[in-house]
């Protein structure tokens, strides 16, 4: 935790996941909380253990209550009660791309060198693609272009349709 922000102390923080919201969109489902609820947000690090074989740091936004109490509102899909929070001074999501893990062997074997290549491998995809579906968004389509979700359908007959 002090190698990621020395600032600030690690946290054990109960889950409270709100129904409706979105498993892993930590981003949206806060920007939404906000404006139902009021409070704030702050952006930090779940920390993951992989015990005997690593540790894995996920950017990660919590919802802060009116009266300053970090609360995690998005669903996790194993159904963890508790995590492990260290809040983050400096980074901030901008939503340009994705923020990758850090990741901490715990040991130093073929296996656990295996994992973190792959898992780089899969977050560069990952983010290349979050990055090309933010340039459709930004790109106007025309009523007879094809529609970029790959229907073939022109998209006035597609997506565009009201």
């Known amino acids: 935790c ?3 922000d020395s600032t600030t102390k690690p946290v054990f923080l109960k ?3 709100v129904e409706g919201y979105i498993y892993g969109e930590c981003y949206g489902n ?4 906000i404006k139902k609820n009021g409070g704030n ?3 930090g690090w779940i920390i993951w253990e992989t015990p005997n074989v690593l540790l894995d740091a996920e950017f990660h936004e919590v919802w802060v209550s009116n009266e300053g109490e970090y609360v995690d509102i998005t669903p996790k899909v194993d159904g963890e009660k508790v995590i492990l929070f260290l809040p983050d ?3 901030t999501f901008t939503g340009e791309e994705l923020i990758e893990n850090i990741r901490k062997p ?3 074997n073929e296996y656990t060198r295996g994992i973190i290549d792959n ?3 899969g977050f560069e995809i990952k983010n290349r693609a979050y990055k090309e579906s933010l340039n459709v968004k930004k790109k106007k389509i025309g009523r007879n272009e094809t529609c970029p979700c790959g229907s073939e359908k022109k998209y006035k ?3 565009g349709a009201s």
Do not use: G, M, T, W
């Open 2 to 4: 002090k190698e990621i």
């Open 15 to 17: 889950l409270f996941p």
């Open 30 to 33: 806060v920007e939404n909380h």
């Open 41 to 43: 947000f702050q952006y």
């Open 89 to 91: 001074s400096k980074r």
């Open 106 to 108: 715990l040991v130093d």
């Open 119 to 121: 898992a780089k491998k």
């Open 157 to 159: 007959k597609c997506c």
